[in-house]
Structures are given as C-alpha cells and as structure tokens.
C-alpha cells in the first residue's frame, strides 16, 4: 500500500456520460498528480494541484476539469466521454511543490481503469 | 513531442544476466531523472533516480548512468531475477516546472528462469 488511495478502481461507463475519479495523497503530502495512461502510451501529465491551488497543467482536455479540496483529496472529472478516453488514470502525491533535497519523485496510486462503451 | 523517449518496448533477459534498460531525452534542461517500476494492477514505484551533476548511481543491484552529451540515460540491473519482471518507465525533471515529472513509454522486462 503506497497510502495513495484512488476509486473507484475500475469504471465502465458509455460514451457521451460523465465521471469523477477520486484520489486520497499520502499522509502529509500537499500536492496531487493526474496522469493519464492509455493503451501503449507513457503516463501523460494532465494537472497538478498543490494546497487547494492549480499549479500546473498538460495536456488536459476541455472536457476533463480537476479541483483539490480542503482536506487535500482531489477530483477528477470527465464529461463528455469517447472511446479514445479509456485508459489508466493515476493520481500521484509529493510532500511540496518545488524540488527538494532527497527528491523521489512522486507516489503514486493503483489507478482507476476506465473503460468507455 | 516525447521529450523522453524509451525506444524498446520490450526486452527479454535470462535470470542472472544483466538487465540494460536505455532511455534518450530532448530536453536539455532536465536535470534530475528518475526510474519507475510498474507491476500489473499497481501504481508505478521510484526506483533510483540520478541527479544531472552525477554520471552514475548505485544502489545494490541497480545502477543507473547518465550520459549528458548524448541526451541518454540507462538502468543497469545486475543479476536480474524473477521478480524484476516488471514495466519500467524513465521520467525526467526540469528545475521549473513546479515538480512535473515527463514520463517515456515504458519497457516491459521479462526475466526468464
């Protein structure tokens, strides 16, 4: 158990609906990735959030929005769902926001399988 | 634009042979790259990371070298065994870029007994 905590862990859904995927950060942590992985592909960065505040975004559809809540879970939304939205979709956390000494990278969850029909 | 590029999805070794997993970047301002390995239904887990400033870092059986000229990094595992089976990702870091990792695709590692 890396203590980052996403769910659902698998969602079948048609085209055309809408979907939120959540993720808990690891104890202590303050920043939250969202990585998207389709079939063959890298991790593909869509957004960061750190302390409540969007600190940077990729290559994240119009279709697809985030938000980081007091308690520090987060959100992932997807509306308007295709096929080619299918993928793997993780969440990440740090402890800050920049680099620091002893930095290890990100740790991330289990992911949330997303199938669209 | 794949600015970190893995370019063998696949690679088979023997158990006890050594693993070379290889991984090229454009990006000459990343400074700091870092290993993930992914098994099946996981999340990807750190691994060994090195700084720009170092050409190697060890740690046990793993051995990561950095080549800065010529954009390339490469994971040495050493024996490999069963249980490095496994999806490896190369990411890299630049020093802006509030902490965003750049993943390449992956290569698959599959250790035969």
């Known amino acids: 158990d890396s203590g980052v905590t996403q769910t659902p862990k698998h969602l079948i859904t048609a085209t055309g609906q809408r979907v939120t995927l959540r993720c808990s950060p690891r104890s202590g942590d303050l920043s939250v990735y969202w990585y998207q992985q389709s079939l063959d592909q890298g991790l593909q960065f869509l957004i960061q959030y750190y302390n409540g505040e969007e600190r940077a975004k990729g290559n994240i559809l119009e279709r697809f929005s985030a938000q980081q809540f007091p308690d520090l879970h987060s959100e992932l939304n997807l509306s308007s769902l295709e096929l080619g939205d299918s993928a793997l979709y993780f969440c990440a956390s740090s402890v800050g926001v920049g680099r620091h000494r002893g930095f290890y990278g990100y740790t991330f969850g289990s992911g949330t399988r997303l199938t669209v029909v | 634009d794949q600015q970190v590029k893995q370019n063998s999805p696949s690679l088979s070794v023997q158990e006890g042979r050594i693993s070379i997993l290889n991984c090229d970047y454009t990006n000459s301002m990343f400074d700091y790259f870092l290993w993930y390995k992914k098994y099946p239904a996981e999340g990807p887990t750190f691994l060994i990371s090195?700084?720009?400033?170092?050409d190697k870092n060890e740690d046990g059986r793993f051995t990561v070298f950095l080549n800065k000229s010529a954009k390339h990094l490469s994971l040495h595992i050493v024996p490999s065994q069963p249980g490095d089976s496994a999806v490896y990702f190369c990411a890299a870091s630049a020093p802006q870029g509030a902490q965003k990792l750049v993943f390449g695709q992956g290569t698959r590692l599959t250790i035969n007994p």
């Open positions: 090195i700084s720009s400033i170092k």
